[in-house]
């Protein structure tokens, strides 16, 4: 009845623990349940109650690992060692197992169901911050009633997803506590698990939490007294299983994963991670880009063991390691990581390749096109987006010269980077077996490349070709021609342009002579482009470039060069023109040579500019025509004057454009050039002539006084006054008889511009001297024209003379002079009367002391003529005369005296000598 009554006794206890106290709510009771457990195991294991619900207690035990206090997992470790003891070898066998499925997978035997109402603890104090009054959240109440206030009942199934995650590791943890209980003693059943065991406990030495790290750590001593040993039969297994987890949800399994394959790839060689090593380079990039910053960094720590071990194999003495650890890890970094959108495995994976295949040497060979493009793309690709971003906006604001200076500070950057560095590395592996694959690639890469830094990279690498590999080079030299000038043509970029066209002239002078027609063929294709400025400038920079790095080339193609090069310096853009003239003066032997032996060619590209529809062809096609007349004799220039003067004539049709009286200037020069020629050919001449009238005729009077100076020249080197004064009077009298400050006349054509009165005043100032000038040389001859003359003339003359500024005054001087000089004795007192006589010198006289010495000289120049034609005349006319002023004889006097110019001087005794002469012929004196 006694051990009846005992056994009723320990039941019914077992009951009251096992069913109600160790699954109850609070915490504390199954706490108490836990210990009354570890009693009776302790002190009445081997009693027949205790011995048949043992596995109950077992159960209650695994079930309470989960448990958040240290205490009571301490008691439910060392119960779970006294059933161990005290057990079977069917428990024993199944104890273990537990542990190892609790310990591998977190797995809870049992779970308590919590109500709305209950204060059970699920988070420890303070875990998850404080409600709004600032009390601690942990209990299931506390949590339910904090979604109820935020009216997002939802959030209590995430609170409750974190308590489990919380209770997952809080039974691993506890599960350590028991499995360091037993481990000692059950090696035996352990060695089934070790396959398994061995990659968890391994990982969770890298755990987060340092109480789960330390628990971990004791087993894991337990379990692998020889740790390096244990790892290295293992190894394959434990790689696997951090593969397996490094991208788990749970960011504490990624993270430990990650610190974990850091530490076990140490000392590592090819052989042992072949199999993993591109998976494993694949899982660590995304640690790397993880949302979790402690997982990144970890990552990292990954990422940098990798790194070197593959840095390692590559620069293996081993030539079948260094092959195979390139091939199978560049494809891996150059399609995963540098395509990658972090920056961080961006600039990682390249620092990698960068590395390796410094070390490789010539085991990258076989890989050597797909890494220079990838290198190519990354001169481009790691670049800073602000860059980017910063050009597009000064190029919005139309500040081409601030964009061309922040593409050469990216240049620079790209040409000192390790990636250049690298990539002339590569070229020097490039021969016959790939460079077809190269070039290919290559022109590729030039026309549809992105980015400053990678075209920058493509003229480099094709620089460096024919440097190193021109031989091999050769069959392909016209294809990569055509793509770098195609390239230079398309960017608006100047610096680029200038690459492009340097690594043009380094390769022609690779290029087979068939190549370098067909290379010829397309600058004369771009000079005559003139709708595309880019066009004009390639071409110009490349020919500057074949004259500093391939002159052999240029001199090679020198009758297609040269031509293009004098025609080109008299292009009006800005830096166009300083280059080809770089071109002439460095490849020509003298300009007079030069023109002289290429005369022909320059011809025939003068004509299409002066035919184009482009005004700036036509301004530059003059302007070269012009200097060309300059330099030749008339006998060379004049066989092809059939051709030049319809062009020039071509030229100057239609309306005026700016620029356009350098066209003028042109014909003007021609002629004065060819002069015999145009005496022979009448209507050559007339034509000339016809030109020049139409176009001083134009209603921009901004235009007129532009050609007007050229009509002067033309003038006096025809030498033809009669001829040409009936055309150009009407033209000359219509600016001289037009009264001083008279606007109310102005043409309707000022060039758009909105002129203020003294601003025309100005104008047509300047107007009248180009005339009066142009009347210097045209003044007729023929006594009938020059009645005309004298007659409409002689009235603006004297105001001229008298009324008008100093620079018309010197202008009127000598027409004066010219008009004296030719007019017939008998027209003195007859047509030119004594009172118009009078009015001149009286005129002259009143200017003869102007402040300016040039006017000063050109008033007693013209004093001295009218007085030497009046000392020659008839009594009556002298008689006709009215006495001059008083003040001049002295005024004249003075000047020959004390005039501080010499000119002046002369001319001032000639002329007080000339009045001696009048007076004495008057009776004066």
């Known amino acids: 009845e006694q051990e009846q009554g005992d056994k009723k006794l320990v039941n019914g206890v077992l009951d009251h623990i096992l069913q109600e106290y160790a699954r109850h709510n609070l915490a504390r009771m199954r706490q108490a349940a836990g210990i009354w457990l570890l009693s009776l195991v302790k002190f009445a294991g081997q009693h027949a109650t205790v011995q048949a619900r043992l596995p109950d207690i077992q159960a209650v035990f695994t079930s309470m690992l989960s448990e958040s206090d240290d205490f009571t997992q301490d008691i439910v470790s060392k119960g779970l060692g006294l059933l161990y003891e005290i057990g079977g070898d069917q428990m024993k066998k199944d104890l273990v197992a537990v542990l190892v ?101 391994f990982r969770y030495q890298f755990d987060p939490n340092p109480n789960i790290r330390a628990a971990m750590s004791n087993i894991w001593k337990t379990v692998a007294p020889e740790p390096q040993r244990m790892i290295d039969k293992y190894f394959a297994s434990i790689v696997k299983d951090l593969m397996a987890n490094i991208t788990n949800h749970m960011w504490r399994v990624r993270e430990s994963c990650a610190g974990a394959l850091a530490e076990i790839l140490r000392g590592r060689n090819w052989d042992e991670v072949k199999d993993f090593i591109g998976e494993l380079w694949i899982l660590s990039f995304r640690s790397l880009d993880d949302v979790k910053e402690s997982v990144r960094v970890a990552g ?71 890494l220079m493009m990838t290198l190519l793309d990354a001169l481009s690709g790691l670049e800073s987006p602000m860059l980017n971003y910063a050009s597009q906006k000064l190029s919005a604001h139309d ?84 793509a770098l000038v195609h390239a230079a043509q398309a960017t608006k970029s100047a610096p680029l342009r200038r690459d492009f066209a340097h690594a043009a002239s380094m390769v022609a002078k690779t290029a087979r002579p068939g190549d370098l027609d067909a290379m010829m063929e397309l600058l004369q294709e771009m000079f005559r482009d003139r709708e595309r400025p880019e066009s004009v400038a390639t071409c110009a920079i490349m020919c500057k470039a074949m004259s500093e790095k391939a002159p052999d080339v240029l001199k090679a193609c020198s009758a297609t060069i040269l031509p293009l090069a004098f025609v080109g310096m008299h292009d009006s853009t800005e830096g166009v023109d300083a280059a080809w003239r770089t071109v002439w003066e460095d490849n020509a032997a003298g300009t007079q040579t030069g023109v002289r032996l290429y005369l022909d060619e320059i011809v025939m590209l003068i004509v299409p500019c002066l035919t184009d529809r482009s005004w700036q062809a036509k301004k530059q096609g003059a302007r070269a025509l012009a200097a060309l007349a300059g330099k030749i004799t008339e006998d060379a220039l004049n066989k092809h004057l059939p051709v030049l003067l319809p062009a020039l004539g071509e030229g100057l049709r239609g309306r005026t454009w700016d620029g356009k009286e350098k066209v003028v200037e042109c014909l003007v020069s021609v002629y004065v050039g060819c002069k015999p020629y145009f005496k022979e050919h009448s209507d050559s001449e007339q034509l000339v002539q016809d030109l020049l009238l139409r176009e001083c005729q134009k209603k921009a009077k901004a235009y007129r006084a532009a050609v007007l100076p050229h009509l002067e020249k033309f003038c006096e080197a025809a ?88 620079k018309v ?83 004249v006097e003075e000047l020959a005296e004390s005039d501080s110019y010499p000119a002046v001087r002369q001319e001032a005794a000639l002329a007080a000598e000339q009045l001696r002469t009048f007076k004495r012929k008057r009776g004066d004196e």
């Open 101 to 201: 499925d609790t310990l591998s997978d977190g797995k809870k035997q049992t779970s308590q169901k919590l109500s709305a109402h209950s204060d059970e603890a699920v988070f420890t104090e303070g875990a998850l911050g404080t409600d709004k009054q600032g009390s601690k959240l942990s209990t299931y109440k506390e949590l339910c009633a904090l979604a109820s206030d935020l009216n997002q009942p939802d959030l209590i199934y995430r609170f409750m997803h974190l308590a489990n995650h919380n209770a997952l590791w809080n039974s691993r943890k506890g599960a350590a506590f028991g499995f360091a209980q037993i481990a000692t003693a059950a090696k035996e059943q352990l060695e089934p698990h070790l396959s398994t065991l061995v990659p968890r406990l």
């Open 300 to 370: 990292m720590e990954a990422c940098s063991r990798l790194g070197k071990l593959s840095v390692q194999c590559a620069k293996s003495e081993t030539p079948r390691v260094s092959r195979e650890s390139i091939g199978t890890i560049f494809p891996i970094l150059m399609e995963h990581g540098l395509l990658s959108p972090v920056n961080n495995i961006r600039f990682l994976s390249m620092s990698i390749i960068l590395e390796m295949s410094k070390e490789a040497g010539s085991a990258i060979r076989e890989h050597v096109v797909p």
């Open 399 to 482: 500040t081409p010269g601030l964009v061309d200076k922040l593409d050469d500070l990216r240049l620079a950057a790209s040409r000192s980077s390790p990636i250049t560095e690298c990539l002339d590395r590569c070229v020097k592996y490039v021969d016959a077996s790939n460079m077809k694959e190269v070039v290919a690639q290559l022109v590729g890469k030039i026309r549809k490349g992105l980015g400053p830094g990678t075209k920058a990279g493509c003229a480099r690498v094709a620089s460096n070709l024919a440097s190193t590999c021109a031989t091999d080079l050769q069959p392909h030299a016209s294809r990569l021609i055509k």
């Open 719 to 806: 030498a033809a006054g009669d001829t040409l004064f009936p055309e150009i009077f009407p033209l000359l009298a219509a600016h001289l008889t037009k009264k001083e400050g008279d606007v109310s006349d102005d043409d309707d054509d000022n060039g758009g511009e909105d002129l203020k009165r003294s601003e025309r005043l100005a104008r047509d100032e300047t107007l009248k001297v180009l005339a009066l000038h142009v009347l210097q040389h045209v003044w007729p001859q023929d006594e009938q024209k020059q009645k005309a003359a004298w007659q409409q003339l002689h009235e603006p003359l004297v105001q001229a003379v008298q009324l008008s500024t100093s």
């Open 809 to 891: 005054r010197e202008a009127a001087h000598p027409v004066l002079q010219v008009a004296f000089d030719k007019m017939p004795d008998s027209w003195l007192g007859t047509v030119v009367t004594g009172d118009e006589l009078s009015a001149i010198v009286e005129a002259l006289a009143a200017t003869v002391d102007d402040k300016l010495s040039a006017v000063r000289r050109s008033t007693l120049k013209a004093l001295v003529q009218v007085l030497r034609r009046l000392a020659g005349a008839n009594p009556e006319v002298v008689a006709a005369v009215r006495p001059f002023p008083p003040a001049l004889q002295r005024q």
